[in-house]
């Protein structure tokens, strides 16, 4: 069994209730960016903190948008994916779904959920990834839409969202197996193009990767709010709450060119394709396993 159970159990279920908040604040002329800062404060408000920035993702753009502090950005007729997660003392849950305001696109929203689904139900230790991502692409197709190749699920661990496993959204013929213990994130992206993205540019989150010598003194106050959020990602708004946007700009600029932080920018399908997301974090047990974000209600 993973260390520390119970705390994974918690930061989960935040998140599963904190998306749920999000996900019904999700209406048309609503403001993009007061619906991430809603997630992110009712996450706060549980007893945890953000594991990431609260992201909305929207059309085309399958994930990593995260609202710049002068977003002016209302919902439309889109679809629009919401992915957050919090963590306890550095354990995190990630979990994420889709909403479809355009009342055209329910097909591709059950895509990525129904393949979500399906995953799930075949966890088990012994069992390889590339099976999960034959599951995975199986029910994508089958409704007519193509998988996301170049993105995937991941292993989860203390301060660490991203670990291995990769979990493939296709059969990559991955011989590699689940064991038990291990803490995955299930994050199928169906889209109704090509199913590839690429990095769109103007980064608005950011993740420290070391800590280096800085003598600008701005950019050393600055780093050393980045230290706060524990290696865990951040917005670049969350900073500027504190500092002005042109000091935040140039020290991020020099902390970059140091390799002290790393930027992460929106990730846009190429054939500007419609995406939708579903993402549930999985124990896997002895057994088969447990769907920590299990409070979902969507």
Sequence with gaps: MVEDIEKWRKAC???AVALNHGINLIK?????IEVCDAVDQKIIELGAKPAFPAQ???DHTAAHYCCPYDDKTVFEAQVAKLDC???IDG???DNAATVD???NNSELVKASRNALNAAIKIVKPGIKLSEIGETIQSEITELGFSPVRNLSGHGIAKFELHTKPTVPNFNNNDPNELTSGQVIAIEPFATTGEGIIKEATNSE???QLSHKPVRDMTARQILAEIETYESLPFAKRWLIKKFSPVKVELALKQLQQLNAVKGYPPLVEQARGLVSQAEHTILVTDSGYEVLTQNQNI
């Design 205 to 207: 989150v950011f993740m």
């Design 28 to 32: 048309k002329g609503a403001k993009v």
């Design 101 to 103: 305001l355009s009342g």
């Design 91 to 93: 354990i995190p849950g």
């Design 85 to 87: 997660g919090a963590h």
């Design 56 to 58: 909305i993702s929207l």
């Design 13 to 15: 279920s935040i998140s």
